[in-house]
């Protein structure tokens, strides 16, 4: 069996085929980004084909399109297409209430979480976008050489589940894949000062079935696993309404933080096919 | 019998715990199990939520009552129930009588049981118990009851008894009930062996008196079966089966044992409902014939199931002398009659001496030929001194030119006695002399004589003639010489000189011949024949005891018991078998009268202690709890519960005895050849060629994966009318008289199967039968080529091994091959033809031990059995690889060069 990183690039790969290649759809585009392949729909630096022109003097002789000009007396220049490339930032979250699953057959929540994060990751690759992990060592970079590097880099931090407060560049985009099971006011502070500097991204909600639905009876200490403590509680089916409506509060409240900041929210059940998230996320990213 | 619904208790008062249940159920209730353990990474969200009630945690009520069971059973396993127990009839004293004859042998160890367990019940009761077994005690005392012993006493008694290799007397059992007086009312329990005759009624009658007779008797099918001694006068051993007639329909298998106790034949024998009595022929070839020292049937380890057999049974080789290779005018000719004299109790042998002394011979029978040459003189008289007998029938030429290797000097010229120049009349024999091999023979009146040669008056000529003319001159005299001897009739046998040929007396006398030739003195023995060895009560062999007496010459026994057993009488020089059947007559049924109270051998135990049962169950349920538990403080993790399911799974199985079930497997023949090269051989419809041929090439294909790289699967059985043949590389084919020619879509198939590079191995399996005949048959149709015998140039000599020679059971026979070769199919020979049986001599049974054994012998001949086997698979499989070999020597030469 090959290591949890290699495992979930394969099925990431796997997926992303399944899906368009992405390019992040930028409504401003600031003139110093890096080169990529976003067409912009004029002239310029770029692979694709955009348009012949007649050859003004001061053009280089390299730039003459031979085959082009001796079909007729004046000679042409090849133009390409202007392209540029998009910085995004992914985070799953690696606290240790995300490696927590309730039934063996399910996956732990920071693996779902590792698995979108790369196959977007890989999806955005192709489209030639430069992809980074936020707290990784590496800084964001385009070409397919980088999904191993980012599967490693998912995997090397061991999280607090604290956002980590890197320098993030202006018109980039932060991915956000966590359970939220954190005290929302940092998050929102986090978010206020990065919609502030322009930066735009998706907060993706990951939940394990039981903690949607709390399905424990009888007499159950539960114990939590960031040090919270314990709780026994003589009939767990008795807190199942009070629980379902708390957490739907909190739900709440992340939906509306997110939408007051211009970001998007999404939310996935670790029981649910990834493709439907997958889907949705590739839906926000492409601006749709 | 009894009422088995009965229920009572060894220590009824720990009952009384069962009070204390209801107190057991409040506890339980109010100590829940500890809570569940569960992670949760969502807590954030519950801490703070409280329970609008303030429940208290329960106890689940399953596992209250699974608790509640437990104590229940626990304080029932403490109480000791028994089940059953049989109603105790105030203290009445019981009387066991057990049937110890030769009969009860089977299944003795049940019996035994039986009775432990009913002197158990009397011992538990407190009655004291009577022990009558019905066989005569091996000591040579009469019957007799032993007095009424505490049951403890008896227990010791019933370990001590053994059944006896002799049938039971009833009548004397009975005189001994009356002995010993007991005219208290008992209960009756008898043991039978199931068998009856005239004698048990008047011993059931007696039994009754007592008040309740129960018998315990084992099923029809498990009563004692007897196997008879063969008829003397048969080709093959052809014993009788004897069994109770209204039996169930049975298959048994009957085998002839050497003295080391080697398998020689197994022949099963099949009864149909009813049938009571079967013959078995055991077919053998004569040199395994003649070390057959025992028949029993399988399974049946009694005295009656086991036949000793001795010199009597053994068939002799006898040789003819034959120089001139069939007369003309066959009823003139001597030897003509001395065959039909001994067809039957011999196997005959006709040949030049040379070729005769080539094997063993126990009787050699010369007849007037005229001048011996001088190296046939030298080697009949060696032959001789080894042991041989040479009877010599006299004749014009021997009237002429006597040589020395006769008993008596004898006068030149005939003697005529009757005819034209003659005043005396032909004559018959006197009576046969007291003394010599003759004795007790009847001559028969109308034996008539007409010309003899006279022997040379002499001192000893009175001692060495065994037979006179009523005149007193002598007819037939031997002399010893070494440890043989020599024999002449002096006349002839044919009808030249006498009608002795065509008298009954003839057989006789060379039946007396044969026995001398194995150091058996003649006629019925004139000494008392000690003990040698004697069948105990299993079948088995051992030292006679004190009170077996020796037999007394020329008395038939009739009476087998404690003073004749059966067994071995004899000395060094010859030994008398003494079978039980001889004394058993038909075996009939036991019949008793109406009413009869009868319970199975086999049946359940009357009382049935539940204790056992009730621990068993408490430790289930424990583990059932545990279970519950674990589960309950979400500790059981489903693989861990998997293993708890196992283990409560197997101790399940465990109580209730495991049964195993048997896959079977049914992959078609094609599919499963293809899948792996084996070996295969042609199914004959004979299930015992059948079963040899696959045990012979199961036991070559060993020998191959262990000594070659050759690794072969199971062997299969294949029909050639329906199975496809082209994925075995090598066919065997035992060739039994039963093949007739092949239909020609067959024959199409298998000319087919050899025309492209099939290799078939025709085995007549020669048993003295007509092996060429049979293969003459088998072959009309086929494409036999023009056949060669296998020369030491062929590659069969070298594919593997470098062989000379190829037995298999038997050896000599030659083996063929093509002649020559097809370039086209790599000058492989498509068949091979021999006689050798070589699947009789690599047949090895589920241990891996070889199955028959090989004629004449030695592990030797196994060996060479198994090399001709794995240089016949090379051959098969690498066809003419080795050829090149033949050539080393020429390419060789011309490298040098």
Sequence with gaps: MPPIPRELELQAEALAVSLRPLLVASGRVAASVTQGIHGRRQSGPGENFWQFRRYQSGDPA?????????KSDPLYVRETEWAAAQTIWVWPDSSPSMRWRSRPDLPEKRQRAALLALTTAAVLLQGGERVGVLGGRDAPNAGRGMLPRLADAMFDAAGDGRLPDVPVSRQSHVLIFSDFLMPLDSLEAQLRRWSESGVRGVLIHLLDPAEITLPYQGHVRFSGLEGEGDLVVPRAEALRDAYGARLGAHRAALAAMTRAVGWRFLDHGTDAEPREVLIALHNALAGH | MGSLSTLSFVTP????????????????RATPPAPKRQSFPALRLLIGLSTAERSVARTPWWLLLLRLALAATVIAAAAHPILGAFPTPGNAPLLLVVDNGWAAAKLWPQRRATLDRLAGEAARNGQPVMLLPTAPPADGAPISASRLLPAGEVQAMIQALEPHPWPTDREAAAKALDEASQTTSMRVVWLTDGLGDE????????????????????????????LTPPRLDAKDLTPRVRRVASAPPAMMRVRGVDEAGRTLAVETVGFAAGEGDKEIALPMPTELRNRAVRLEIEDEATAGGVVLLDDRWRRRPVGLVDESGGGASPLLDDLFYADRALSSMAELRRGKVRDLLQRDLSLAILPDLGNLGEEDARALKAWVEQGGVLLRLAGPNLARNPDDLLPVRLRGGGRMLGGAMSWTRPMTLAPMPEVGPFSGLTVPNDLKIATQILAEPGPDLNDRTWARLEDGTPLVTGAPLGRGWLVLIHTTVGPGWSNLGMSGLFPQMLQRLLDLSHGVSGGAADHPLAPVEVLNGFGQLEMPGGVVEALLP?????????????????????????????????????????????????????????????LAAVLGLLLLDLVAVLGLRGLLRPRRAHILLAAIGVFGMAMSGGRDASAGTGIDIDLQAALQTRLAYVLTGDARVDDSSRAGLLGLSQVLERRTTASLGEPVGVDVARDPLMVFPLLYWPVTGAQGPLPSAVREKVNDFMRHGGLILFDTQDRGDDGPEKMRRLAEGLDIPPLAVVTEEHVLTRSFYLLREWPGRS???????QDGGDPANDNVSPLIIGANDWAGAWAVDRRGDPMYAVVPGGEQQREMAYRFG????????TGSYKADQVHLPAILERLKR
């Design chain 1, 62 to 70: 390299g730039a003459i399109d031979w085959r082009q000009s001796a």
């Design chain 2, 13 to 28: 008062w720990a009952l009384a715990a069962l009070g204390g249940l209801p107190v057991l159920w409040w506890l339980l």
């Design chain 2, 199 to 226: 004698r048990t009624d008047a011993f059931v009658a007696r039994l009754n008196h007592f008040g309740g007779l129960e018998v315990i008797k084992a099923s029809e099918g498990g009563t004692a079966k007897l």
């Design chain 2, 554 to 614: 020329k008395v038939a026994v009739t009476a087998i018991g404690p003073h004749h057993p059966p067994g071995y009488y004899g000395n060094e020089s010859g030994r008398v078998a003494i079978n039980l059947a001889s004394a058993v007559g038909p075996l009939m049924p036991l019949v008793l009268p109406v009413g009869t109270a009868v319970t199975s051998l086999g049946a359940r135990p009357v009382a049935r202690d539940l204790q056992p049962a009730l």
């Design chain 2, 811 to 817: 050896e000599g026979a030659p083996v063929y091959v």
């Design chain 2, 870 to 877: 794995v240089n016949l698979v090379m051959y098969a499989l």
